[in-house]
């Protein structure tokens, strides 16, 4: 069965940074996208972030763009998030989900339960 | 950038029909996906390429699209499909994947 697992949420400060993981199985990794789709409590669904199968093409939400950095690890079955200079309007569940294509578009067919990322002072 | 707009909230007596709306500017012209997300749980594809559904979603679940509107339906509304539903397209001029704001479906 196709399953991902978000890790490395927790409680950061403004300004902070964190790095979210993602592990997954039971397809083959390197021939889909993978995504992180986030929503802040009581709100709705916001894209974040998608690389391609091989990491050719990256794209970020703008709300994102310049502070986050996606990457993935193909021989290890795991996609990451890097989030720097976080803001508390950054507090959401962040959610790791496969990609319909290999490189962009589509849409998001498998999603984890999700991690919590919260920040406070 | 590329806006969709949804009704915030559905609500439907069991047994009858809901119709969920996903408005933007020729929407017609893009593949349109249809999540459902109840309390607590992550998201669940339940309607792709504008009207497929994946395996395990029931025939009761239905989608179009056309013009500036697209449109899931629900039909015979039983209490479990209580939850948000969202649409999402890719926007190609923009390089972004864009959700709708969400509708609630009650079920009264």
């Known amino acids: 069965d196709v399953r991902v697992v978000e890790s490395g949420g927790g409680p950061v400060r403004p300004g902070g940074s964190l790095r979210l993981s993602c592990a997954a199985s039971g397809f083959t990794f390197s021939y889909d996208a993978m995504n992180w789709v986030r929503q802040a409590p009581g709100k709705g669904l916001e894209w974040v972030s998608s690389?391609?199968?091989?990491?050719?093409?990256?794209y970020y939400s703008d709300s994102v763009k310049g502070r986050f950095t996606i990457s993935r690890d193909n021989a290890k079955n795991s996609l990451f998030l890097q989030m720097n200079s976080l803001r508390a309007d950054d507090t959401a569940v962040y959610y790791c989900?496969?990609?319909?294509?290999?490189?962009?578009?589509?849409?998001?067919?498998?999603w984890g339960l999700g991690t919590l990322v919260t920040v406070s002072s | 950038s590329y806006v969709l707009t949804q009704p915030p909230s559905v609500s439907v007596a069991p047994g009858q029909t809901a119709t969920i709306t996903c408005g933007g500017n020729n929407i017609g012209t893009k593949s349109v996906y249809w999540y459902q997300q109840k309390p607590g749980q992550a998201p669940v594809l339940v309607v792709y390429d504008d009207s497929d559904r994946p395996s395990g979603i029931p025939e009761r679940f239905s989608g179009s699209n056309s013009g500036n509107t697209a449109t899931l339906t629900i039909s015979r509304v039983e209490a479990g499909d209580e939850a948000d539903y969202y649409c999402q397209v890719w926007d190609s001029s923009s390089d972004a994947y864009v959700f709708g704001p969400g509708t609630t479906v009650t079920a009264l």
């Open positions: 690389i391609s199968s091989r990491g050719h093409f990256i």
């Open positions: 989900t496969r990609g319909s294509r290999s490189g962009y578009g589509g849409y998001f067919d498998y």
